[in-house]
């Protein structure tokens, strides 16, 4: 029995079953909540590291005088690689998408490769069928970074202009293939960056080039597709 307005009320045992029942809703909704915050929280986390990993490669791995100095910088920015691909896996996985992490992710992604780029070009490829060249990194460089800069300034001016232009400059599979690719292709530089020693070493400087090559005819292709995505937008 309940009172209100200082008259007694008296509840049915099918009306206390329906509040017992909202409440219980309520209190699983204010935990899912928390659980979202909770695993929104750990991607950003990830992502957060992947940054960290990237200044460390920077700032300290390949200006190492050791000879294991190669071997550090390519487990750092493999470690990296794999990194980014937990961030958006756990992103999917614990449905931990924000506005936030979807700025912070492609950039952390974009600083890495910009950085790995950078520091390839301080020297002549020291393996492979281009060894001693010097200019080939330098342009690959260009290539890449001036698509990454074009395709921010694309996408920021697609999201003024609604949901369909944002949607034609998604991330589609040209897009993933072209990382995929870039990722593979400086690895194996960053490997043979003092030379082939060995049989793998070997490989890899062979492998690098062809998919350098192959990475950057992605990087300006995926751009072409994007920029006939939008191309109606700018009429």
Not at 72 to 101: I, Q
Not at 167 to 182: D, E, F, Y
């Amino acid at each position: 029995m309940l009172y209100h307005g200082g008259q007694a009320v008296v509840m049915t045992s099918s009306s206390c079953l329906v509040l017992q029942t909202l409440n219980r809703r309520q209190k699983a909704s204010e935990h899912l909540r928390k659980q979202s915050r909770s695993n929104h929280t750990l991607a950003l986390s990830v992502s957060c590291s992947q940054s960290a990993v990237v200044a460390l490669l920077l700032s300290t791995a390949w200006f190492w005088s050791d000879p294991a100095a190669s071997s550090w910088v390519t487990g750092l920015f493999v470690a990296a690689s794999v990194t980014d691909w937990l961030d958006g896996y756990l992103a999917r996985k614990l449905n931990a998408h924000s506005s936030f992490g979807a700025f912070l992710d492609p950039v952390a992604d974009k600083l890495m490769v910009a950085t790995v780029l950078v520091l390839l070009s301080t020297q002549p490829l020291a393996a492979g069928p281009l060894a001693g060249n010097a200019w080939v990194m330098p342009v690959v460089t260009l290539i890449i970074v001036g698509r990454e800069i074009t395709m921010s300034a694309l996408r920021e001016w697609a999201a003024t202009l609604g949901p369909a232009a944002r949607s034609a400059v998604a991330v589609n599979a040209w897009g993933k293939w072209k990382t995929a690719t870039q990722m593979v292709a400086l690895t194996c530089l960053l490997f043979t960056r003092d030379g082939a020693s060995t049989q793998l070493a070997a490989a890899a400087a062979s492998a690098a080039v062809p998919l350098l090559a192959i990475a950057s005819y992605l990087t300006a292709h995926s751009l072409v597709v994007y920029m006939a995505g939008v191309w109606k937008f700018m009429k």
